[in-house]
Structure formats: C-alpha cells, structure tokens
C-alpha cells in the first residue's frame, strides 16, 4: 500500500490564479480530511469527508473547495489563491468517522506571491 | 469551537531526562486526546492517545495523563534520547475518533546529547 499520497510537493502560485491540490488513499479509508499548517499555529482542518459525495467544512472555511468521488481521492481546490494560503497542506485519511489513527500524507508545501 | 493550548512553545532537556509537554481544552464535550511528533519536513505521526474514560496511558517511555475536571491533559517522555527531538503537537476531538481535530500550537522538544 502506498498510503496517503499528495501532489505536487512544492507549487508557487500568483495571487489570483487557481489550482488543485491532490491527495489519494488506497487503504479504502471511508474518512478523508484537509489540514493546512502555518508556523506558530499548529494544524488547522479545512475540510473533511466521511463518505463518497459527503463533505464539510472545518475551522478554516473561506477560499477552498473540495469534491469526493471517487471514494480514493478528494483533492482541494484553492479558486482563487491570496498569500494569506502560503501554507503546508496535509491530506488525512482514517478507517471511518470513529477511527482513532489518522493518517497523514507527506505534505504539499504551497507558496502564493 | 474548541480552543487547544499547549506549553511550553520550546523545551530542551539533557539526554536521559524526562520532558513533560502540557495542553489545556476549552470543551468539556471533548473526548479524544491524541499526541502527533513530527520531524522536520516530515508528516505528523501519531505517538500516543487517550480517551476521556482514560486517567492515564503508557507505552515504553511515553505516556499522557488526563485530567477532565481541569480539562488538561500532557506527554511525559521518560529517558529522553536525541532521536526524540522533534515538534510535539496535541489534539482533541469531540467526536469519537480522530476527527475534526483541533491542534495545539506545538512544542518544539530538543534533547542534548
């Protein structure tokens, strides 16, 4: 099993322009979820999923957009990106809703000029 | 939302020491309690949980107290060695398992050889 797997690791983006941020699983992990990471701050969710089609939001709310489908995947989109997204981006997966261990992806770093 | 604390922000102890890392939670609604190390440039790493019918966990040199009426919780690491060194971050959870975490602010942990 690969895991939890992101793509790209490293992206530079101008103010404004869009792009998405991948992430998969192949341990068929019902539950799937978006942290971003920033110095001083620790993790922050900006979304998750429990399911195929089901999708929420975290603490982080504005700027980001998210899909489910297949169960495999649920990348995150940034529709419009502001430097304020400078940011570490981790993918999560766990077994489902009431699983203890998450596990993490290996990181998108993402810096917007 | 719930609010997680963590200190202290950096802490350096001798090799063979202990070092003890401590957070406080807002939500008495919160019932799981994990701890993640994360080594520089790497993906969080869950090390240790505890639920709130739990008083106390142990494995080898790591264990996490908690104490609901105070509503905080903390990381002991015993004979510390440098391979410890890393950034500690705890979380809590109102729901039953590690979702919608919300972080501390992380304890940047270095052990003097």
């Known amino acids: 099993n690969a895991g939890v797997t992101q793509t790209p690791k490293f992206q530079v983006l101008k103010t404004g322009q869009s792009m998405t941020l991948q992430c998969a699983q192949d341990?068929?992990?019902?539950?799937m979820s978006w942290y971003r990471q920033d110095p001083g701050m620790g993790l922050r969710l900006i979304h998750y999923s429990v399911g195929a089609g089901i999708t929420d939001q975290g603490e982080v709310r504005n700027g980001y957009n998210v899909s489910r489908s297949p169960t495999e995947d649920f990348p995150l989109r940034l529709l419009s990106a502001a430097p304020s997204q400078t940011s570490v981006y981790f993918c999560?997966?766990?077994?489902?809703?009431?699983?203890?261990?998450?596990?993490f992806g290996p990181g998108t770093r993402l810096t917007v000029l | 939302g719930e609010n997680v604390e963590q200190h202290p922000s950096t802490l350096s102890v001798q090799e063979g020491d202990s070092a003890v890392i401590k957070c406080t939670y807002s939500?008495?609604?919160?019932?799981?309690f994990p701890w993640y190390k994360q080594e520089l440039g790497k993906r969080p790493q869950l090390i240790i949980d505890i639920r709130s019918n739990v008083g106390e966990k142990k494995d080898q040199r790591i264990a996490v107290t908690l104490n609901k009426t105070a509503k905080h919780f903390s990381l002991h690491i015993t004979e510390t060695q440098p391979e410890d060194s890393a950034v500690y971050f705890c979380a809590a959870s109102i729901g039953t398992g590690a979702n919608n975490l919300f972080f501390g602010t992380g304890t940047r942990l270095t052990v003097i050889p």
């Open positions: 939500d008495s609604a919160s019932n799981y």
């Open positions: 999560a997966s766990s077994w489902d809703i009431s699983t203890d261990t998450q596990y």
């Open positions: 341990m068929n992990h019902e539950y």
